[in-house]
């Protein structure tokens, strides 16, 4: 039972450099959505994808790009990274926006 | 645009007394409501959810909420805690039943047990 897989669990990066989050799900899900933690401030939706091939941008999108290549997969990009990404970032699967979300075990990010 | 707010940051209660952590939200029709918990460096786990239909909903671990339009609230209850209850928790709200509503979290209470 793998349910939500993120990869990797843990990275540093250094200012400007890229990176891609990756994110599987085995559920079959439609819906997915990657999220950021910040001390007190919860988790803030970044990017979610309604189904495979649509992405729609949530609270906190700028700075990020995602791509929904299949309805397994839902990858987040950072393109040049900034120590304000420094964070903890969820990855989700649902089958609709109305029901459960499953989480994965989070990446933690720092940028230096 | 919804919105979830959770007024308590860190809420503290011994062991064996009851809890409520409270959330309101703002959203113009009939939400889809949700309790996470958070336990250290783990991921999120459903608690308990409301879609519809009687009003007070329960959960897994003991764990109760009771939603009020009126005032716009779905408050988590539990008659006793137990040490392991230690976590922070999370309200959420869906904009409805379809692959297209975003889901959006308040920023979190988080509860701590006294021996």
């Known amino acids: 039972n793998a349910g939500v897989t993120q990869t990797p669990k843990f990275q540093v990066l250094k200012t400007g450099q890229s990176m891609t989050l990756q994110c599987a799900q085995d559920?079959?899900?439609?819906?997915m959505y990657w999220y950021r933690q910040d001390p007190g401030m919860g988790l803030r939706l970044i990017y979610y994808?309604?189904?495979?091939?649509?992405?729609d941008k949530g609270e906190v999108p700028n700075g990020y790009n995602v791509s929904r290549l299949n309805k397994r997969e839902f990858s987040l990009r950072l393109e040049s990274a900034a120590p304000s990404q420094t964070s903890v970032y969820f990855c989700?699967?649902?089958?609709?926006?109305?029901?459960?979300?499953?989480f994965g075990q989070g990446t933690r990010l720092t940028v230096v | 645009a919804q919105s979830v707010t959770q007024p308590d940051i860190h809420i503290t209660v011994s062991e064996g007394a009851s809890l409520e952590l409270r959330c309101n939200y703002s959203?113009?029709?009939?939400?889809?409501l949700f309790w996470y918990v958070q336990s250290p460096g783990q991921g999120l786990q459903l608690l308990l959810k409301?879609?519809?239909?009687?009003?007070l909903v329960q959960g897994i671990k003991g764990f109760e909420a009771e939603f009020k339009r009126s005032q716009s609230s779905f408050n988590l209850r539990k008659p006793s805690v137990h040490w392991s209850d230690a976590a922070e928790y999370f309200c959420?709200?869906?904009?409805?039943?379809?692959?297209?509503?975003?889901?959006?979290f308040g920023s979190g209470t988080r509860l701590s047990i006294r021996p």
């Open positions: 559920m079959n899900h439609n819906s």
């Open positions: 409301y879609f519809s239909g009687d009003t």
């Open positions: 994808s309604a189904s495979e091939g649509t992405t």
């Open positions: 989700a699967s649902g089958d609709r926006g109305g029901t459960e979300a499953f």
């Open positions: 959203y113009g029709a009939t939400p889809y």
């Open positions: 959420a709200v869906a904009q409805g039943y379809s692959s297209a509503s975003k889901i959006i």
